[in-house]
T-cell receptor, first 113, second 116 residues
Framework: SQKIEQNSEALNIQEGKTATLTCNYT??????LQWYRQDPGRGPVFLLL?????KEKRKERLKVTFDTTLKQSLFHITASQPADSATYLC????????????FGRGTSLIVHP | GAVVSQHPSRVICKSGTSVKIECRSL??????MFWYRQFPKQSLMLMAT?????????EQGVEKDKFLINHASLTLSTLTVTSAHPEDSSFYIC????????????FGNGTRLTVT
């Protein structure tokens, strides 16, 4: 069966460090993968999209990598700040699919001052 | 950027009553909108795809007669939870965007429904 796996345990890090979140998938051939941020009681907010033929994408302090061999995406936040504390969701859409991405359950990031 | 407005943000209703949730695209037209349901610490579960001017497409296991979707204009989709029961209590979120050009989804801020 198809699965999108994100760590269910919260990631706790110290302010200023780099946070790295993982998204693994099985039985998908994704056309692209997206990362969203979700704050408690709010809807997700789009952060970055990376296509299957791209290895890495950057936006300010954010970096996403995509390894279709390992079937994994890594999401990095450098110089993390307490304001980065949120849940981060990955979502992927399959090649030849319906253009509607499927979401992982997200990983909670807590940045301590 | 694209803004999606969802209303109400919270609603409490009695069992057996119906609740309507509105989702508006404020600065763009959306021929398609999506309705999700999210339980605590769970992923977003797609309930249905709302298509302007035509019937919604429901995901497997979602009762179309219980979750009525209307998409009468290019900027408004509504979800009505009919004859609500406590097990319908959840966080409902709408979105617009996506499509074949890899456009991201723009989400509303969700509606916390509590059925007593």
């Amino acid at each position: 069966s198809q699965k999108i796996e994100q760590n269910s345990e919260a990631l706790n890090i110290q302010e200023g460090k780099t946070a790295t979140l993982t998204c693994n998938y099985t039985n998908y051939s994704p056309a692209y993968l997206q990362w969203y941020r979700q704050d408690p009681g709010r809807g997700p907010v789009f952060l970055l999209l990376i296509r299957e033929n791209e290895k890495e994408k950057r936006k300010e302090r954010l970096k996403v990598t995509f390894d279709t061999t390992l079937k994994q995406s890594l999401f990095h936040i450098t110089a993390s700040q307490p304001a980065d504390s949120a849940t981060y969701l990955c979502a992927l859409e399959e090649s030849g699919g319906s253009y509607i991405p499927t979401f992982g359950r997200g990983t909670s990031l807590i940045v301590h001052p | 950027g694209a803004v999606v407005s969802q209303h109400p943000s919270r609603v409490i209703c009695k069992s057996g009553t119906s609740v309507k949730i509105e989702c508006r695209s404020l600065d763009f037209q959306a021929t398609t909108m999506f309705w999700y349901r999210q339980f605590p610490k769970q992923s977003l579960m797609l309930m249905a795809t709302s298509n302007e001017g035509s019937k919604a497409t429901y995901e497997q296991g979602v009762e179309k007669d219980k979750f009525l979707i209307n998409h009468a204009s290019l900027t408004l989709s509504t979800l009505t939870v009919t004859s609500a029961h406590p097990e319908d209590s959840s966080f409902y979120i709408c979105s617009a965007g996506g499509g074949p050009y890899n456009s991201p989804l723009h989400f509303g801020n969700g509606t916390r429904l509590t059925v007593t």
